[in-house]
């Protein structure tokens, strides 16, 4: 079975805080993402990675930046963390299978920034 | 672009009860599309797909059809437990130049014993 996990279910941070959110998936899966969860809007993509060192922009990457420096993980940042990035985030790996990828997730941190 | 559109919720239902999400989705080509599933303080869990016209994704007693004419991959069981109870999410995913999957905003179910 794909295991994805992060490093912290639950997260309490202050404004202005540098947070780091990990994610280790152990399948050996190019595909990496970082998504945050809402009520009502479902999930957003923040970012992506197709392999090591490479990373790509999601819907909403403002405030946010990551790092993929071993296929195994990636890693969340939020340089300067605020109260509207209080949020469930949610990272999942895939193999490449082009449109028929199925997403494998981790149980998700709930970050709270006060 | 690409989108996808569920029935809001919640949904409450009695257990045994016939229950449907629906779901609409609007992309050009032939997307694949997914139904995964959120218990309650878990992540997401992929419950069937379907990755082209006609095919029905089926598991664990849930099934959906993907229509092309509808434009719509709607989740379906026919007597739901109270197990069922959580957030069920519709997506697409297309390979666009990336493998980014589209969700829609997910419908919390409630059974009732």
């Known amino acids: 079975d794909v295991k994805v996990t992060q490093s912290s279910r639950y997260l309490v941070k202050r404004t202005g805080e540098k947070v780091f959110l990990e994610c280790v998936q152990d399948?050996?899966?190019?595909?990496m993402f970082w998504y945050r969860q809402d009520p009502g809007l479902g999930l957003r993509l923040i970012y992506f990675?197709?392999?090591?060192?490479?990373?790509e922009k999601g819907d909403i990457p403002e405030g946010y930046s990551v790092s993929r420096e071993k296929k195994e993980r990636f890693s969340l940042i939020l340089e300067s963390a605020s109260t509207n990035q209080t949020s469930m985030y949610l990272c999942?790996?895939?193999?490449?299978?082009?449109?028929?990828?199925?997403?494998?997730f981790g149980p998700g941190t709930r970050l709270l920034v006060l | 672009g690409n989108s996808v559109t569920q029935m809001e919720g919640p949904v409450t239902l009695s257990e045994e009860a016939f229950l449907t999400i629906n779901c609409t989705y609007t992309?050009?080509?032939?997307?694949?599309l997914f139904w995964y599933v959120q218990y309650p303080g878990e992540g997401l869990q992929l419950l069937l797909k379907?990755?082209?016209?006609?095919d029905k994704g089926s598991n664990k007693g849930f099934e959906a059809t993907y229509r092309k004419e509808t434009t719509s991959f709607h989740l379906e069981k026919g007597s739901v437990q109270v197990s069922d109870s959580a957030v069920y999410f519709c997506?697409?995913?297309?390979?666009?130049?990336?493998?980014?999957?589209?969700f829609g905003a997910g419908t919390r179910l409630f059974v009732k014993a």
């Open positions: 999942a790996s895939s193999l490449p299978e082009r449109s028929q990828e199925t997403q494998y």
């Open positions: 997506a697409l995913s297309r390979n666009t130049g990336g493998f980014k999957t589209i």
């Open positions: 379907a990755t082209k016209a006609d």
């Open positions: 399948m050996d899966h190019e595909n």
């Open positions: 992309a050009t080509g032939y997307p694949s």
């Open positions: 990675s197709y392999d090591v060192k490479m990373k």
